[in-house]
């Protein structure tokens, strides 16, 4: 089935610093969301991208799907406590129309 | 507008019995899905429906874990005889569905713990 591999699974930074989080799969891609679960909290939707080489951005993030539509990342710039918390990316899995999610990236910053 | 809702936000039941979780869907969305997510992992995906299709139950971990969705709306989770590892978050969310990769709506979660 079409998986995607999340990396890395934890990041510590100091707050201004950026970040980034990867989201590779070994298939083309239709499509893929990004999520953000603040802790304690539920996934809440951030972003979907659909074109290859898309890149789409809100305030401090910018998500990027590759040209060959088999990675994606999620950057954000200037790291603020209020970014903490798991980032998740989801893809359609082929032959169906349910979402797969990656595991995940912790995000904690330091203030 | 109301998002969707879930209850009971929190369920502690002794191993063995049977639990019930509910999910209020957003009016409209025909898309629901039930994950599943333990202490500090991903989300396992459980159960899809969509409309009046048969719903996709491939994620389901046993066959002690049912679901139903009446009316096209309010979804039930069922889990018999519990077990210890049935311990988690069972998160509910819901889409406008239809064409894949519309954007799900999550409730905020019941969180079950099997004693």
């Known amino acids: 089935g079409q998986q995607v591999m999340q990396i890395p699974q934890y990041q510590h930074v100091q707050e201004g610093e950026d970040f980034t989080t990867y989201c590779n799969s070994s298939?083309?891609?239709?499509?893929i969301q990004w999520y953000k679960q603040r802790p304690g909290g539920h996934p809440v939707f951030l972003i979907q991208?659909?074109?290859?080489?898309e890149v789409k951005k809100q305030k401090r993030l910018t998500f990027q799907f590759g040209e060959a539509k088999k990675n994606s990342s999620l950057h954000i710039t200037a790291t603020q406590t209020t970014d903490v918390g798991t980032y998740f990316c989801?893809?359609?899995?082929?032959?169906?129309?349910?979402?797969?999610f990656g595991k995940g990236t912790k995000l904690t910053v330091n203030p | 507008g109301a998002g969707v809702s879930q209850s009971p936000s929190n369920k502690v039941t002794e191993k063995g019995k049977d639990v019930e979780l509910r999910c209020d869907p957003i009016?409209?969305?025909?898309?629901l899905y039930w994950y599943r997510q333990s202490l500090g992992q991903g989300l396992e995906f459980l159960i899809y429906?969509?409309?009046?299709?048969?719903?996709?139950k491939s994620g389901l971990p046993s066959d002690r874990f049912s679901a139903e969705r009446t009316g096209g709306s309010v979804s039930t989770l069922t889990i018999q005889r519990t077990q210890q590892e049935d311990s988690a978050v069972y998160l509910c969310?819901?889409?406008?569905?239809?064409?894949?990769?519309?954007?799900?709506?999550f409730g905020p979660g019941t969180r079950l713990t099997v004693t």
């Open positions: 298939t083309t891609l239709s499509n």
């Open positions: 991208l659909v074109k290859s080489g």
């Open positions: 429906f969509q409309g009046n299709s048969a719903p996709d």
């Open positions: 009016s409209g969305h025909t898309a």
């Open positions: 989801a893809v359609i899995r082929g032959g169906s129309e349910k979402l797969v």
């Open positions: 969310a819901s889409s406008l569905g239809g064409l894949a990769g519309r954007e799900q709506y």
